[in-house]
Every structure is written in C-alpha cells, then in structure tokens.
C-alpha cells in the first residue's frame, strides 16, 4: 500500500444518494485505476486515467464517472448508488498501462 | 470466455509443504505476467513479476512461465501460517493498447495449516 491512500475506508450509504470515493498517491504515476472486487467476479475495471483530465471506461463503467485533476488525485463518483454497487473498491497505480499495478487499501462499501 | 483460469480452491496444505499455485490463459499476445498476494481485508500486493517464459526465483517463491502451454506457476517453498492469502495472477501483452491493461486470475485461496 506504499504511497497510495484510499478514503474513506469504511462507507454505509442509502441507495440512490451520491458517493465519491478518493484515491491519493505519492509515487507521481501517470496511469491511475479504480476496480471493485466482488466474490466470484474476480477484479473488475471501473475506470483507468493515463492523466490530468485523461479518463477511459473499463469492463464495469456504468453508473460510475471519475475524475482527475491533478497528478496525485482520482475520484471515482457513484452519482445514485444502489445495492449492486456494495463492493470493495481498490484503486491501484502503475507508470504504464500495461505495467505492473500497485494497490491501495480498499474502499468497503456498503448501500442499504 | 474467460482468458485467465485459476481454481479459486481453498487449497489447504500442511506448514512446510511446497505449494503449487497455477493460471492458465488463452491470449497467446500475453508477455508479462504477475502475481499478487491478498490477505483478507486487504489490497492485493504484488509478490512476483517475469517477462516472458523462463523462471524467477525470490527467496522461497518461484514463477514459472510456460508460454508454449500458456500456463504459468507460483511454488512456495517451506509454506508457513503467514502464507495463508488469496493468490492473484495477472498478465499483459505489453501493447499499451486497450482499456484492460492487465488481465486478473480470480485468484487461489491457500491455506497453510500449522
């Protein structure tokens, strides 16, 4: 988890209120992630940034937007969350995309 | 279809055997391959890391890549208690092309028993 902070750790929301989540790193990365694990699904993509204000989709983008505006710094937004977005979300850096990726401590969310 | 296939076990093993974690893939392009360890409540970490075929040895643990059978090893020699994670292994073709990056093993449940 060295040099990357996820915050909050711990959320318990009501569906269909907003959420953000913040992935803050120290390493000065170019590529940034946000995933959400879930049992039987493995590690899924959310979202990557290759910069300030560089964003793509991944395999599990809908419902979910990001943001980057400064090197260090990725949100990742749940606009109206819902059931199906309790999760663990892990927000991970690598120099390149297809580097290797170093994780930060998880996210656990809870929507009610 | 799935490229990755690792078995999500659990796989229980007494301290001190030697552990053989194991992926298959199906993307020939695949080059560089990884594997993570994850304790429970926690971010994967990565442990190991190989380009191409050969062996990688990092005190008790190897890699092993076979690419001509698209498959690929982790061995834990002298397995202790602290061992006892979910193994993740991940692999990339280098190309810097695409959304996915790097490609995710479900991952293994091992547990050493002391």
């Known amino acids: 988890d060295a040099g990357i902070t996820q915050s909050p750790r711990h959320k318990v929301t009501e569906t269909g209120t907003p959420v953000t989540l913040r992935c803050h790193q120290t390493?000065?990365?170019?590529?940034m992630y946000w995933y959400r694990q879930d049992p039987g699904h493995g590690l899924r993509l959310i979202h990557y940034?290759?910069?300030?204000?560089?964003?793509d989709k991944g395999e599990v983008s809908d419902g979910y937007s990001v943001s980057r505006s400064k090197t260090e710094d990725f949100l990742l937004t749940l606009e109206s969350a819902t059931s199906s977005q309790t999760s663990v979300y892990f927000c991970?850096?690598?120099?390149?995309?297809?580097?290797?990726?170093?994780f930060g401590p998880g996210t656990r969310l809870t929507v009610t | 279809q799935k490229e990755v296939e690792q078995d999500p076990g659990p796989l229980s093993v007494p301290e001190g055997a030697i552990v053989s974690l194991n992926c298959t893939y199906s993307n020939s392009a695949f080059q560089y391959f990884m594997w993570y360890r994850q304790y429970s409540r926690k971010g994967p970490e990565l442990l190991m890391y190989?380009?191409?075929?050969g062996n990688k040895e990092d005190g008790r643990f190897t890699a092993q890549v076979d690419k001509s059978s698209k498959y690929i090893s982790l061995f834990i020699r002298d397995s202790q208690p602290s061992d006892s994670a979910t193994y993740l292994c991940a692999m990339s073709d280098y190309s810097g092309g695409g959304a996915d990056g790097l490609t995710f093993g479900k991952g293994t449940h091992l547990i050493i028993q002391p």
């Open positions: 390493e000065n990365h170019r590529y």
């Open positions: 940034s290759y910069g300030v204000k560089d964003t």
């Open positions: 991970a850096i690598s120099e390149g995309l297809s580097y290797e990726q170093y």
């Open positions: 190989t380009y191409s075929s």
